[in-house]
């Protein structure tokens, strides 16, 4: 079968498309229709402006809209220069607006009215790589003399054409998924964590003491065993991911030596555990507020 690219079908449709019009587009008057050739010319002028604003093959587009004709009219716009369209809802806070621009590396954003305008304005600041916000009502100052047709049919294969985010990629999970969240990651996953990087070592430490860890010189004996041992075991269990390959274990040592304190002073895991536990409830709430997660992601 022949792959066919997105731009390429619509062209496909306009070529052949019926008498009746593409689109209706609401009014203060009440429903216009948008005909097949009328769509394809703004189409092809919003792309030959995207191209002036300096957007490219693979870059990161974001529309922040109710569905509307001019909503589609960017998307396929978009989609024709090989760019990724990422779709925000209306409702989503400006929080939920930055996640998903930072994470998509979002370089221009549309904007339907002056609210969505503000959302996006506010959180500006912490996504260096939006370059600009354009309101729906200057988009007709989009219309640039560039040729787009001869880059379709070479850069829009073999892309991602489209970011849909669901409210699991927003900010914070919700609902029964957080519930779900805060279980796993939270409490199920932090237990997890701290019998193999605590309490194993402790109770390895422990054995070979005879358990004579009382006062405070079998305390300080305690520590000088399973300190090491909590290093070499919160490496080699960190190392197994790529994100810390890549980025280094220093923060999970630091971390989790911290997190030992109470077992160290006490000869009792217990408040490294309740330590721990709180650390993943913790990440549960705002750890998708940046892209460090628990447990690390396995993706390479």
Known sequence: MERRTAPE????????????PAYLEEGPEGWSPVSWDEAAARIDALARGLLAHGVRHG??????SRTSVDWILLDWAIMSIGAVVVGLYPTNSAKECAYVLEHSETVLAFAEDDEQVRKLVSVRGSLPALREIVPFDLL??????????TRVAREARDLVFNVINTEHATARPHGLYFVFELLW???????????????FPCLVAYQLLHGRVGGLK???RLTALMLPLVIIVTATYHLGYPQYRQDGVSRAETGNVLISIPTFATANPVGSIVAHVSQHVAA???????????PPVTKA
């Open 218 to 220: 079998g305390k300080l």
């Open 185 to 199: 990651r939270g409490v199920g996953y932090g237990l997890i964590d701290t019998l193999l990087l605590t309490v």
């Open 284 to 294: 549960v709430t705002h750890s998708y507020e940046s892209k460090i997660f628990n």
């Open 9 to 20: 079908l619509w062209r496909e449709a306009v070529r052949n498309a019926p008498a009746n």
């Open 140 to 149: 007709d100052k989009l219309l640039a003399d560039h040729s787009v047709r």
């Open 59 to 64: 870059d990161s587009v974001a529309v922040l």
